[in-house]
């Protein structure tokens, strides 16, 4: 079971690669100082490459990834993603230049994020964009620095941002980083905010509201326009969390709405592999009032010249080096060229049938709270199985034994025991007939053998973890004196 390291795979003068003797030996010593030459060779593993490369193939396949299993992830649409994508990442017309190469030898990158803008600026309906924020979370505190400014700049200092308690972490922890105060208000019993909740806490010192949609119970939330003309009553912005946008893509614009200003995961919504805290980007869409407040540069084109625009009257600067994460923007640039309007329009179908697919199979054994509105996730709550002595924590625990992902859990907070769960669009019936399978034989095994989940995972590299310890103190060394 226990894979052994490379090192221990190690076997005297093995060879992987033979290189050509050096023929400046000599000279190398020549010109390096004594104390910078090595006296001993290096102590790296002697192994065939045939070895090597099984080695790097186990490794990889003790990890869960979208290519090896169903990956239900609430949330984050861990979705597959097309290999195009990648084919076309490593063209060299693309990784070998350089942002700071004269606009006229980069102009094919400049009209790909131009092109992107357009593109994603007429699925939101909002008036302009830029995409140099490089994560959702930061696509956030960009906006929340826009509304900071936008009120500045009307020469009153506003920071009370109003948002539900489904609020995705993120929301409130960019609005207080910003410096801003968080309002937050309870959601309705159909997991909504709450029209009455905003009426008692608006006043004229309201900085703006963020809203999730659909929401983190995947709930989505239909009175966006009332809660739009609030807000708008006393010149606040409305922000909207577009993290679930493959939702409504090619049916509901946020520009339409009321929002004033949207993020958008690129890597979620328009494909990027994520999850093990790669490159994302996390561009922001904003309306008409807010155009001149965009970060600079903003890529803008003149006839058939694109060009960079530094002269954006209230930019609130830069956010960013250089453009943001390039190649994440051209994964989304193919992405949404391959699919067109028609294939978008499919993405939303999928994601939501697939959702409420799901959620009909699973709900007899896992009560769904809010179920009105359903759209690409949804929320089950584990807290029945507390009576056997099993938490939702088994649950996901369990899962990886039976090859799956586990769902989110324990978030959002409103949802007790919470397992939050976003099949994704990609997926076939079959795979979530298998998933609901398996659920539900979980949850027998939770009544008639608890102890299998509470020993859970059992074929995994390791199982329970202290997990807060694992992160901060790895035990990755290799130790050479053994
Ligand atoms: C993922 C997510 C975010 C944060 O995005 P990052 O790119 O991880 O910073 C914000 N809101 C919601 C609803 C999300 O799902």
């Known amino acids: 079971m226990a894979t052994k390291t490379i090192f221990e795979k190690s076997v005297k003068n093995r060879k992987g690669y033979t290189l050509p003797k050096c023929k400046i030996d000599n000279e190398v010593k020549k010109i390096f100082p004594a104390n910078l030459l090595r006296s001993d060779a290096p102590r790296i593993p002697e192994v065939s490459e045939l070895d090597t490369v099984r080695h790097y193939i186990e490794l990889s396949d003790k990890n869960h990834f979208i290519e090896k299993g169903f990956y239900p992830l609430g949330s984050c649409t861990m979705k597959y993603n097309p290999k195009i994508n990648d084919i076309v990442n490593v063209l060299t017309g693309f990784t070998d230049i350089h942002p700071m190469q004269p606009e006229d030898t980069i102009q094919g990158a400049l009209q790909v994020m131009y092109e992107l803008q357009q593109d994603l600026a007429e699925i939101s309906g909002m008036r302009a964009l830029s995409l140099q924020p490089v994560a959702g979370a930061h696509g956030e505190f960009t906006g929340v620095n826009i509304i900071y400014n936008y009120h500045k700049n009307k020469g009153r200092h506003r920071t009370k941002i109003i948002m539900p308690d489904s609020s995705h972490g993120t929301n409130p922890a960019t609005s207080a980083l910003h410096g801003m105060e968080v309002i937050e208000i309870k959601?309705?019993?159909?997991?909504?905010?709450?029209?009455?909740?905003?009426?008692?806490v608006l006043s004229d010192d309201i900085a703006g509201f963020m809203l999730t949609n659909p929401n983190t119970l995947g709930v989505f939330e239909t009175d966006v326009q009332e809660i739009?003309?609030?807000?708008?009553?006393?010149?606040g912005l409305m922000y909207m969390d577009g993290a679930n946008l493959n939702a409504m893509l090619g049916y509901l614009r946020p520009g339409n709405m009321g929002f004033d200003i949207v993020h958008f995961n690129l890597h979620k919504t328009f494909s990027t592999p994520h999850g093990g805290g790669g490159p994302g980007a996390g561009g922001i869409g904003v309306s008409e009032k807010?155009?001149?407040?965009?970060?600079?540069p903003v890529v803008r084109k003149k006839e058939y010249v694109y060009y960079l625009d530094y002269d954006v009257k209230h930019s609130i600067g830069k956010v960013h080096s250089y453009f943001g994460n390039f190649l994440v923007m051209l994964?989304?640039?193919?992405?949404?060229?391959?699919?067109?309007?028609?294939?978008?329009?499919?993405?939303?179908?999928?994601?939501v049938i697939n959702s409420n697919y799901l959620m009909a199979k699973l709900r007899s054994e896992y009560p769904v709270p809010y179920q009105k509105n359903i759209m690409h996730e949804f929320v089950a709550c584990g807290e029945k199985f507390k009576e056997y002595g099993v938490r939702t924590l088994d649950i996901a625990k369990r899962l990886l034994d039976y090859g799956f992902h586990a769902p989110t859990i324990y978030f959002p907070l409103i949802v007790h025991e919470a397992l939050m769960i976003e099949p994704t669009e990609t997926e076939s019936k079959e795979t979530l007939d298998n998933f609901a399978q398996v659920m539900l034989k979980i949850a027998k095994e939770a009544k008639d053998n608890s102890q299998l989940l509470k020993d859970a995972p059992q074929n995994t590299p390791v199982t329970r973890l202290d997990e807060t310890n694992a992160i901060k103190n790895l035990n990755i060394k290799y130790n050479f004196e053994a």
Do not use: F, Q, T
């Open 331 to 351: 994964r989304a640039y193919i992405y949404l060229k391959m699919l067109g309007d028609i294939g978008l329009k499919r993405v939303a179908e999928n994601a």
């Open 228 to 235: 739009a003309e609030l807000i708008h009553s006393v010149d």
């Open 290 to 296: 807010l155009v001149e407040y965009l970060p600079i």
């Open 187 to 200: 959601s309705n019993d159909d997991g909504k905010v709450d029209i009455k909740a905003v009426e008692e």
